[in-house]
């Protein structure tokens, strides 16, 4: 389970700084959701990896060692609204670029050719 | 009376917060503008209540979120370093607010709700004792800088704008990793439980905790506009309109107060090599943007340009202070970070009126990109409900400002940007920190490009244009301008009294302890780690 899911946040934050650093400004909102999306897992990742262990209190369930860390998860919760909201905010302003300069280059200008 | 006073700790985050949302739903701009004018006072007061309340108390005071104890829910802390950077940008927001009734907030239609929002988030951001909290109220100010650095629209700006954003949100997604790399080692993020911990780390699990308080630190360094990490800084700065460029000032040194906050508590003098590694690179950061700011200001053509540079050099000289250690010498820094602040928002919001008396006012407020309330009260010829006052002495008291911002920026005496960088030198010299002369020597460095880039701009725009014509100022705009120049003056004339505060602050800095005790007040349990 742990390599699948470091895979999987590697695969997800090395394709969104490659995509990060193009010229486009939608590979750049893409590049930046997919970073938010392999941070999340990691966070995710922080409480240890278990199957099984709900994070919410059961009263069948007295031992604390059954349970899962709910705190990385009420923290995901929080970093994806937050990177949701920016996510949305970014992409207004990339289309009001688009709409003052007429192109997609994140410098509001064609590169000389 | 002390029940009360108890949660007068939070107001700095709900006053301006409640106004934001009230301010939203107004429709009448004369209305807004009053809420918004009533809520800036109101904080400025609280702020200089609560400043003097830890000026005179030698512990934190702290605020228990739903009175949860300390180490399960989040706290916000009161010492007299997070109480005095609230009093800085609440007195730098009085006056902005103030400039830009004259023109700016009738450029767009949230500007007030997005003035407010930013000062929650910086409030929340010095208050916060919690390292994830700490990241959602950079957001949310960061949010709010947006929306700010977007205002009054163009090309010019919708452009620093992107890159501003896209550069931030990936430093945001490096808090975040940082933030989690802690929290799964030491099973904790309130920052005075995390100080405790420190010290108990072992081996591996210390390694790991270097590794997120790098990528942690690399995050705050961002935010300070550290060389390699602030390129985006003067493009966005001198992009943005005056008052969002004004309250820029003091956003960067959010980055800084992180710094000095992080690095006091878990890179104390019980912590062993990890301060060992910090103050370095801590240095060699801040000696690399002093020296990038003197090039720069060396090469700036406009005054927005200088502005922004000089926005760089007070943040290095801030960090090369800290990395070189000694504690009259951030004592120094610390005075200096509130004076050069001050400074270059006056001096930012005083180059929209040197660049109307140069009859340029540039980057103009470009069309609607939206269809929406965004015109320029100046350009659309409507006649205004305030009458602009012409003021016939505009153009001596432009340059009067002028010159005493150029005296501030450049640290030259009589003012108060000598008075603290010569008390980093001072500091330095005294307490023979790591490479004091060769840091005094780049601190004068720098005191000469200032001075150089400013005459020579200001001697082209103020003396040597035939065409000057009289701007049409208004007498707010004069007013904040000389608020804060005052606020300088009085730095200077009672520089005593400040000293003793920011003496006080970096003795209070040196004793992580005493931060400890005072949010965890029973002796905590040994520490256990995550399940794993």
Known sequence: MEIV??????????????????????????????IAYGVNLFIFSAGGLRSGAPPVVDPARTDPSLYADPLPQALVLTAIVINFAMTALFLVVLLASRGLTGTDHVDGQEPDQ | ??????????????????????????????????????????????????????????????????????????????????????????????????????????????FHALFLLLLAGLNGAFLTGDLFNLFVFFEVLLAASYGLVLHGSGAPRVKAGL??????????????????????????????DLAARVPTL????????????????????????????????????????????????????????????????????????????????????????????????????SFSRVAGFSVLTSSGAVLAVMGAGGQQALSGALYYMVSSTLAVGAFFLLIELLNRARGTTAPPIGAPVFDDEYRDPYEDGAPSEEVGVIIPAAIALISGGFIMCALLLAGLPPLSGFIGKFAMMKGLLEEQAAFAWALVALLTLSSFAALAALLRLGVEAIWASAEATIPRVRGVEFAAIAGLLLACVVLTTHGEWVFIFTDGTVDWLARSQDYVSSVLPEASPPPQGPPS
């Open chain 1, 5 to 34: 899911l470091a895979l999987a946040i590697g695969v997800l934050i090395a394709s969104g700084v490659w995509l990060l650093f193009r010229p486009r400004t939608f590979q750049v909102i893409i590049g930046l959701s997919l």
């Open chain 2, 163 to 192: 890159h501003y954003i896209a550069v931030n949100l990936a430093a945001s997604s490096l808090f975040l990793i940082g933030v989690t790399v802690i929290y799964g080692i030491t099973g904790t993020l309130n920052m005075a």
């Open chain 2, 1 to 110: 009376m002390s029940a009360l006073s108890a949660h007068l700790v939070i107001a700095p985050i709900v006053l301006p917060l409640a106004a934001a949302a009230l301010v939203v739903m107004i429709e009448q701009r004369a209305l807004r503008v009053a809420l918004s004018c009533a809520a800036m006072l109101g904080l400025l007061l609280l702020s200089f209540t609560l400043l003097i309340g830890a000026a005179n108390a030698d512990t934190a005071l702290v605020y228990r979120l739903g009175d949860w104890p300390a180490p399960f829910a989040i706290v916000l802390v009161l010492d007299r370093l997070s109480a005095m950077m609230v009093a800085l940008a609440a007195t730098l927001a009085m006056a902005t607010l103030i400039f830009s009734l004259a023109r700016w907030d009738q450029a767009g239609p949230r």
């Open chain 2, 202 to 301: 072992g081996g591996d699990q210390r390694a790991l905790f270097e590794v997120g308080c790098a990528v942690l630190g690399v995050a705050f360094l961002i935010k300070a506009g550290a060389w390699p990490l602030g390129f985006w800084l003067p493009p966005t700065y001198s992009a943005a309109s005056a008052p969002a460029a004004a309250m820029f000032a003091i956003m960067t040194k959010v980055g800084v107060y992180a710094i000095i906050r992080a690095t006091s508590l878990f890179f104390g003098p019980d912590a062993g090599q990890i301060g060992a590694i910090a103050n370095p690179i801590l240095l060699t950061g801040g000696v690399l943007t002093i020296a990038f700011s003197v090039i720069g200001l060396l090469a700036a053509r």
